[in-house]
């Protein structure tokens, strides 16, 4: 007993730990890199995010108040960012990413999904009174969708008693107001008010098996694809407001998706990618010459590029076909990439940061941490 109330004195919430500062961020697992502007902002372990003004060459880390690791890091504009990650948190900056506040985390995600789940069984039984006084077939819908929404609220009230345990992968922002945020277990919440109030969203997805949602890109003004395991395909467009499921080429875990003038890559588990120029109608597979999963993509007005495990990066041609494979120095999983404005692309990954220039090769420039104030 007492050695459990010193185990639990020395423990600290890492939703309540600030980020450590360390000259070595830059060198660490970053899960995702974006642009700001000119700026680069990448988000990974231990809270850490970092920015550069230099195409890469130097960082600065950030202030951020969690040490969770983030997934993903998303900015509308030059100032308004958003990252997300573990334990449920969203993060907000207004500065170009030099300082960072808590919006959201999962204590009240869980609590959320909790009072949802509630009132949707409440309809649910409603609906089934109804349908009770109907054909067989709606009675027999109605008990289906009743059983469902039961089993919803189980595992809510679960989710509830654990903790914020579940990670949100992807965020996306269409404006400086309008977000969505998505993660595991088929959690998803939306924003109207630039993150000041986060509303679950996962009910208008029509993910009745809580599919880990991986992606959401944005291939339009109004819409949208998200991706997830088991070939989940989900599309919108009317800027998240309704989904319908897009038949699937693959029916293992989709990463994300990247797109160009109508033309859509989509990526996916052992170097699996497939192109469609009806915006996800029909698909065809391209041969990679890779088996590395692919976790990361960006298009450029001359085709893709695409990275993954095992240090694997292909780049595409302008129509993307002709895949061209490389594998990085040191193998090491890269998670995604941008291009920088100087014209070079960035990888994030395992091994921190790494550049590559317009041609894939990889550029043995120094790249370092600068100290200092903010």
Not at 120 to 146: I, P, Q, T, Y
Not at 155 to 174: I, M, N, Q, R
Not at 219 to 226: D, F, H, L, R
Request: aromatic fraction near 8%; proline fraction near 3%; glycine fraction near 12%.
């Amino acid at each position: 007993m007492a050695l459990s109330s010193v185990v639990n004195a020395g423990w600290q919430d890492p939703l309540d730990t600030p980020a450590m500062e360390t000259l070595r961020a830059h060198e660490e697992l970053l899960l995702d890199v974006t642009n700001a502007g000119d700026r680069l902002v990448s988000a990974g372990a231990h809270g850490h995010i970092v920015f550069s003004d230099d195409g890469g060459l130097s960082w600065r880390q950030g202030e951020v108040p969690v040490s969770v690791t983030l997934t993903s890091v998303d900015f509308y504009g030059e100032r308004n960012g958003w990252a997300v990650g573990h334990d449920g948190v969203i993060l907000g900056s207004e500065d170009g990413g030099k300082t960072w506040t808590k919006q959201f985390d999962g204590y009240q995600a869980n609590k959320a999904i909790l009072e949802a789940a509630r009132s949707n069984l409440a309809v649910m039984e409603e609906r089934a009174e109804l349908a009770a006084e109907g054909s067989d077939e709606e009675a027999d819908e109605a008990m289906m969708a009743l059983e469902t929404a039961q089993f919803t609220l189980q595992d809510a009230e679960y989710d509830f008693e654990t903790g914020s345990t579940k990670p949100f992968l992807d965020v996306e922002f269409w404006s400086e107001k309008e977000g969505i945020a998505i993660g595991a277990y088929g959690m998803a919440f939306t924003t109207e008010d630039g993150g000041k109030s986060w509303q679950d969203m996962a009910s208008r997805l029509p993910n009745p098996d809580r599919l880990h949602l991986n992606s959401i890109t944005r291939t339009g003004e109004q819409t949208m694809v998200i991706t997830g395991e088991m070939g989940l395909l989900l599309r919108s467009e009317d800027a998240g407001q309704s989904w319908t499921p897009q038949p699937s080429p693959y029916d293992g875990s989709l990463f994300g998706l990247v797109d160009k003038d109508k033309l859509q890559l989509l990526f996916a588990l052992r170097g699996h990618v497939y192109q469609s120029w009806d915006e996800g109608i029909t698909w065809e597979e391209l041969n990679t010459g890779v088996e590395q999963t692919l976790l990361g993509g960006f298009e450029t007005e001359k085709g893709a590029v695409l990275v993954g495990n095992g240090g694997a990066v292909i780049l595409l041609d302008r129509n993307f076909r002709n895949p061209r494979s490389v594998i990085l120095e040191g193998r090491k999983a890269s998670a995604a990439v941008t291009r920088a404005a100087q014209g070079h692309f960035v990888i994030v990954g395992e091994a921190g940061v790494k550049l590559l220039d317009p041609q894939g090769h990889l550029m043995q420039a120094e790249i370092s941490m600068a100290q200092g104030d903010l």
